[in-house]
């Protein structure tokens, strides 16, 4: 795919994933699959988040050793990771409604800002890693080397906190 077209398909993905992320806030909650069990989509949505966080710390080891066919991998398989758990994410948040974390004093605004920045990075995270990706498969390493200073860490923190905040929610949920 040419380099122009790919950046036309980030911005259209980054504002159809976004998109369908802040619908679920304001759509009415349905099941998706008549009769299906959605309680423990929560956990596997964290431990696909654990995962991606794994392969990018395995992407940033094998970069920084010069693997390139390894650090590809890596980031193919945080690439599926993240793609499993935003299906999985969407299909909770589009069929059951918003669990309200019920904790209070210090923990309550850690929760809140660890909840807080995680929202506005993962909003930023889609089309940052998809630039990376792009500028990666279209051989303009230079460029790739510049957005994934910024996009690696904040992927880290994305993946990683989206654990976080699911171990502070868990006892809140409806099982």
């Known amino acids: ?62 970069v920084r050793r010069k693997n390139i066919l390894l650090h590809r991998s890596s980031i193919f398989l945080a690439f599926s990771f993240t793609s499993l758990f935003l299906f999985s994410y969407l299909l909770y ?8 974390y019920k904790g209070d004093g210090l923990l309550r605004g850690v929760y809140y800002f660890i909840l807080l920045t995680h929202v506005v990075l993962a909003a930023i995270i889609v089309p940052l890693g998809l630039l990376a990706l792009a500028f ?3 051989n303009r390493i230079s460029q790739h080397r510049k957005i994934a200073r910024w996009t690696m860490p904040i992927w880290l923190y994305v993946s990683f906190t989206g654990v976080v905040v699911y171990l502070l929610i868990n006892p809140y949920y409806q099982h």
Do not use: E, Q
């Open 136 to 138: 990666a498969l279209n």
């Open 1 to 62: 795919m040419p380099y122009r077209n790919s950046i036309l398909l980030i911005w259209i993905l980054t504002i159809a994933i976004n998109g369908l992320i802040l619908l679920t806030f304001f759509l009415p909650k349905v099941s998706l699959v008549a009769g299906c069990d959605y309680s423990n989509l929560p956990m596997l949505n964290a431990i696909l988040n654990g995962l991606t966080f794994f392969a990018l710390l395995f992407a940033l080891f094998a």
């Open 93 to 100: 948040h589009f069929s059951m409604p918003s669990t309200n």
